[in-house]
């Protein structure tokens, strides 16, 4: 009996780690490899880009970034992500990749030119205003999530992602 409430505490607090992130945004799901070679392919990432990763999990996605752009930069709001996004990027002995601590609504990203998003409707439609302020011809690109009046330039339907440009 015993032990059975303590695998239940163990699984409660394991999904409550996955979920309640979504009250600010998204739940924890990483995107994987495939699709994040594909994210970056479709943004033609190169190395005068400066790339964002807005809710940016454990870092796997930004650090694949970083390998192709100028600076790259992940946003996590979840203390643990950030902390394990941290020690990935430290790993990954990439001098040219940041994680930031916080709320990616609340961060200045105008010096951003390629965007990578795996969010929820309503966080991209609250991401809009912000995104709209971006320099020209922005990319940004979004998995399995669309914007709500954004016609994307590019749609990978096998992978679910979205790509526009401001
Ligand atoms: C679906 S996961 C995507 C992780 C990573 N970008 C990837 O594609 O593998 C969404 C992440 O966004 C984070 N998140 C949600 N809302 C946020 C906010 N307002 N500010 C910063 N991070 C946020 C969550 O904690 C979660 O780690």
Do not use: Q
Not at 18 to 23: A, H
Request: proline share 2%.
């Amino acid at each position: 009996m015993y032990f059975i409430l303590k695998i239940s505490i163990v699984l409660f607090l394991f999904l409550l780690w996955f979920y309640y992130s979504k009250l600010f945004g998204a739940e924890y799901f990483p995107t994987g490899k495939k699709k994040i070679k594909k994210m970056l392919e479709m943004a033609k990432v190169s190395k005068n880009d400066i790339v964002y990763d807005l809710g940016c999990g454990t870092g796997k996605m930004i650090i694949e970034a970083s390998k192709r752009c100028k600076r790259a930069t992940g946003i996590e709001i979840d203390p643990l992500r950030f902390a394990i996004a941290k020690v990935n990027a430290f790993l990954s002995r990439r001098k040219n990749v940041k994680i930031l601590y916080g709320n990616f609504f609340h961060r200045n990203i105008d010096d951003a030119n390629v965007i990578l998003l795996f969010l929820r409707a309503k966080a991209n439609d609250r991401l809009r205003k912000k995104l709209k302020k971006l320099k020209k011809r922005t990319r940004i690109v979004s998995h399995f999530w669309k914007f709500t009046g954004w016609k994307p330039v590019k749609v990978d339907k096998k992978l679910t992602l979205y790509y526009y440009r401001i």
